[in-house]
C-alpha cells in the first residue's frame, strides 16, 4: 500500500527567539524601536538592550493575561452550550468542569504581573531617557537613527528645554572671542530655581 503524500503546508514550529505580539494602544516609550540599537555607543546600547527586555516582558505579561481571558471565555461558552443542549434534550444540567473562582485569581494574578512589568519598563524608558539628557552632545551625531517619540521626549518638556536653552548659550558663547575675565561675568540663568548663579 503507497505511502499518503506528505503535505505539502509545514508549520513552522514556534520558538524561543519569536517575539510576543504588541499591546494595542502601546505608548511610545513601550515601543521595541523607541531607542537605537548598534550604535557603538556602549552606554547607549547597554540601555537599549535592557528597554527592550523589558518591552518583552511587558509583551509576555500581557500575551498572558490575553490567553487566561480567552481561555476561560472559552470554557463559560461550551459550558453554556452545554447547558442549553441538556434542557432542549430534557436532562440535568451539568456542573463546570472547571472551577470559576480558580480561573478569576488566575487572571488577578496575570493583571498583578502586567501592571508589574508595566511599571518596570516604565522605569527603564526613564532611566535610558535621563541617560539620554546626560549625553545629549553624542547623540547629534546619530539624530537620524532616534525615534521621534525619543527626539520629542529630548526636547519637550521643562527640563529638555532648560538643556537645550543651555546648550544654544554655550554655542552663541563659544562663537565669541572671550578672555578669562569674561567668563568670570556670563552666569547660567537657564535655571531661576538655583539659589546662586553658576558660570557656564
Known amino acids: 500500500m503507497a505511502a499518503a503524500p506528505k503535505s505539502r503546508t509545514a508549520t513552522a514550529p514556534a520558538t524561543a527567539t519569536e517575539l510576543p505580539p504588541p499591546v494595542a494602544n502601546a505608548q511610545a516609550h513601550e515601543a521595541?524601536?523607541?531607542?537605537?540599537?548598534g550604535t557603538g555607543l556602549a552606554w547607549l546600547d547597554e540601555q537599549a538592550e535592557s528597554h527592550r527586555a523589558a518591552v518583552v516582558e511587558h509583551r509576555k505579561a500581557h500575551r498572558a493575561v490575553q490567553v487566561i481571558a480567552e481561555?476561560?471565555?472559552q470554557m463559560e461558552r461550551a459550558h453554556r452550550r452545554a447547558v442549553r443542549?441538556?434542557?432542549?434534550?430534557?436532562?440535568?444540567?451539568?456542573?463546570?468542569?472547571?472551577?470559576?473562582?480558580?480561573?478569576?485569581?488566575?487572571l488577578e494574578v496575570a493583571i498583578e504581573d502586567g501592571d508589574v512589568a508595566r511599571s518596570e519598563l516604565a522605569r527603564v524608558a526613564c532611566d535610558a531617557l535621563l541617560a539620554c539628557r546626560a549625553h545629549r552632545a553624542d547623540l547629534q551625531p546619530l539624530a537620524d537613527q532616534l525615534s521621534r517619540p525619543l527626539l520629542r521626549s529630548l526636547t519637550v518638556g521643562p527640563q529638555a528645554a532648560?538643556?537645550?536653552?543651555?546648550?544654544?548659550?554655550?554655542?552663541r558663547l563659544a562663537s565669541f572671542d572671550r578672555t578669562p575675565e569674561d567668563d568670570e561675568a556670563v552666569v547660567d540663568v537657564t535655571s531661576p530655581t538655583r539659589e546662586e548663579a553658576v558660570r557656564v
Do not use: H, I, M
Not at 32 to 37: G, T, V
Not at 162 to 171: F, I, P
Open 32 to 37: 521595541l524601536d523607541y531607542l537605537p540599537s
Open 85 to 106: 443542549d441538556c434542557l432542549v434534550a430534557g436532562q440535568p444540567a451539568p456542573t463546570r468542569d472547571f472551577d470559576p473562582d480558580s480561573r478569576g485569581a488566575a
Open 162 to 171: 532648560t538643556e537645550t536653552a543651555r546648550d544654544s548659550l554655550k554655542a
Open 71 to 73: 481561555q476561560t471565555e
